[in-house]
Each structure stands twice: as C-alpha cells, then as structure tokens.
C-alpha cells in the first residue's frame, strides 16, 4: 500500500494491483519457463546430462510458480482450473508427504490430529481422577490452608549464622491447586510459611517452604500436623474446567511417552492415563 491509499505493484510500478496479481510478471515466468525449457530439449539433444538435470528442476519449478499464480498452463496459456473433486485429490495427495509433529504419521498435520485430540480427552479425565483422589486425601489427613505442622528447617541459623537444623512451627499458607496434575503428582505444591515470620517477628529466609503431597503424609503419620476441618479447592477444579494444556502438550513436541505407555494399558509410566482412557471405553493401540 502506498502512501497515497493505493497499491502499487512492487514489480512493474503500476497502481492497482499487486506483485501477486502482476500480468507482466506472470508473462516473466511464462517466458523464463518457455526459455528453459528448450534449453532442457537442447541439452538432452547433445547429451549433457548434468545441464540437463539443472534446467529440469528450473523448468518444473518456474512451471509450478505459473500455474499456481494464473491456474493455466504454462505451454499453452489455457485455463487448468480443476474441479472439487480433482482439488480435494490434489490436497489428499499432497497431505501424504506431511508428518504430523504430534504423533509422527503421514497424512495429517498437529491441528487436525485425531491422536491429539484423543490424548487431550484422556488428560481431562485424568486430571479429575488425580484431583478427586487429592482432595479425598486432603480432607481425609485435615490438610488445608491453616494447618500447622512442626517442621525441621536446615540452613544457617542465629546471629553467628551457623549450618544446622532448628524445629519450626510452620502453617500452611496457600495450597497451588493448579499445579495438582497427573503428569506432576510429585510437584510441590503445599505452601508452609514459620509463624513468626507470618506474625512479622522473623526475617529468616528458611522461615517458608514449599513441598509435596508426601511432606503431608509424613506429618500426619508422626502426629505433627494440626488438621483443618475445611478445604476446599476452587471452582470448576476437581472438574479440571480451566487445565491449561500448554503445561503438557506445548507446541512442535511430539507425544510424551506416557500417553503411549497409557494406550497400550501400561499403567507403570502413569497409573492415571491409563485409568482414565479406561473410563473413557478407548481401546488398547497395542
């Protein structure tokens, strides 16, 4: 676009059109191909097969540039607009050169994979089961936001700032529900923080921590957590309504190991997939 509003042609210079739309551009590749083509002829004509195969690719590729800009022939000039039938051939043919950057097969690309789209499913349901399972737990060992737990703090302490361990009163401050996911069962996602650096009487930098489901367990074996009598997760959670895909699925990776070990019903890698394509009544790809 010029400065005037107008197009301008980036070949020839005229308004009115583009380079794409260009009619003396498009006689330019008809004539180049035209040219080389009879150089191909020549070349084969005297034997020499080395310049031969350099104006072949010329000829096929300035010959493909023609048609694909006007839809005619480049010999002939005449219209090869094809049909809806020859069109969907075409695109069918050309789609068994493409590999899918997801599951690895020809014939499809990432946005239309159906094994994709499968595994998608599959992680929604495992991220209820897992959740459901969590918050079970949970509720089950009074674990939420205000219990408290004795807690032994290694770093350095006191004024000497001396290497060692000391017992803390920590409260559990905040609980990541988002990071509770299948293929992260082991993410630390209770938040504890010392009460006295909650009450502000402690500058301490190992006065907070953040750790696992196990932690959890562990204190409410050893008698050292104080239970809640309410946790409860946000909305929409346990139903995974807001699961951001991107964690598992990010762009141009092909598929985790786990969903294939899942497909086959191999619960070894990730007992949740597998149990979760088993709800969802999806065959073995065994």
Not at 126 to 138: G, Y
Request: glycine residues 6%.
């Amino acid at each position: 676009m010029s400065y005037s509003g107008t197009v301008r042609c980036g070949f020839c210079y005229e308004r009115g059109h583009n380079k794409r739309t260009c009619g003396d551009y498009n006689n330019l590749l008809q004539r180049q191909y035209k040219r080389r083509k009879q150089q191909y002829i020549d070349a084969l004509d005297n034997n020499n097969l080395v310049e031969a195969q350099v104006y072949e690719r010329d000829v096929k590729r300035l010959g493909e540039s023609y048609t694909k800009r006007t839809g005619c022939d480049p010999d002939t000039g005449a219209s090869i607009a094809k049909t809806k039938e020859q069109k969907k051939q075409a695109k069918a043919a050309r789609m068994q050169n493409i590999k899918c950057s997801y599951c690895t097969k020809r014939g499809h690309t990432r946005r239309t994979c159906e094994t994709l789209k499968t595994d998608k499913k599959v992680y929604v349901k495992a991220t209820q089961i897992q959740r459901e399972q969590v918050l079970k737990e949970l509720r089950s060992l009074g674990a939420g936001v205000g219990s408290m737990a004795r807690m032994l703090r290694y770093g350095y302490h006191g004024k000497n700032r001396e290497w060692g361990s000391k017992e803390r009163a920590m409260v559990l401050k905040e609980i990541r529900w988002d990071v509770i996911l299948p293929h992260a069962e082991h993410l630390q996602s209770l938040h504890f923080v010392d009460v006295a650096a909650l009450m502000g009487n402690d500058n301490d930098p190992y006065s907070s921590t953040t750790c696992a489901m196990d932690s959890i367990r562990t204190h409410a074996a050893n008698g050292t957590l104080s239970p809640v009598n309410n946790v409860s997760p946000p909305k929409g959670w346990l139903t995974a309504a807001s699961v951001d895909f991107s964690r598992y699925f990010p762009p141009s990776q092909s598929r985790p190991w786990a969903m294939e070990a899942a497909a086959k019903y191999d619960s070894s890698v990730n007992r949740y997939f597998a149990e979760a394509r088993e709800q969802l009544g999806l065959s073995s790809e065994s």
